[in-house]
């Protein structure tokens, strides 16, 4: 009997559910849009996983993995969401309630990791960074195949370390300085419009800001390299403390491509401790299905 299991990945605007079997292929995938209620929420989902599941007699379903964009204790609990507007959820107990069925949760950056190690770009490691540069810069650490929550579910926020390459500028979290204010797509952007005469467009995205580098546009290359930079950093402090086998680059700003990837790999090298230094670096392979894999990966990657 062929076994198979959710992948769901909860977004503060779009919940995408799929089902993986143990081979990983995504038989089936849905998308729709987020209830901001809890209880509406686990109602959707569980929906769902029955329409789904009734394509496809004769499987064993072994459970689901669940994502959602918050610190997340024992595989059950999630502290608080902040944008959905969610404080503390037994997000494992409402939904095990109403599906009847084994729930791991993990917060959505470390679930993508888990599924980037399993069937992505990192196939085959066991230790890897995955780092997702995009609004924001989330991250997710795999250390021997597991995901490393830490005590309170706040692992793996790479984002938030504090790198002081732009002292004064305050991050979402209230620090000053974390990684995230120089190498998110807002951190590029807002560098490139200090000098930049396109500055008074109230519109400029990371892709104006991409194309105006290829177009030979000095001050947008020295934002991206200098994201570039902060996050190749960032990764030399990691590799110290985990010594991964891999480094990932995913979110919206990885499609700068060797632009991005270039500045981190030699900022790296420059910077990294050289018994750790012997690290891949790659383009994370699933995009928005990386968090489907790794709900999947929660029961099948071993
Ligand atoms: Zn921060």
Redesign the pocket.
Known sequence: MSEVCFGVDVGGTTVKLGLVDSEGNLLEKREFASPKDPNAMFDVIVSHMDQVIVHYPGIRCMGAGVGVPGPVIDEAMVRSCSNLGWGRVMVAEELTKRAHMNIKVANDANMAAMGEMWMGAGKGCRNLVMLTVGTGVGGGIIVDGKILAGALGGGGEI??I?LHYHPDWQ?????YG????TASASGIIRAAKQYHPFSEMQDLGAKEVFEAMYAGDQHAREAVENAGKALGEACAILACVLNPEMFLVGGGVSAAGRALLDPIEQSFREKCFPPCANVRFARATLGNNAGIYGGAALFFAH
């Not at 991050?171 to 620090?175: H, L, Q, R, V």
């Not at 974390?178 to 204010?181: A, I, K, N, P």
């Open positions: 984002g938030h504090p991050c979402n979290c209230g620090k974390c990684l995230e204010v």
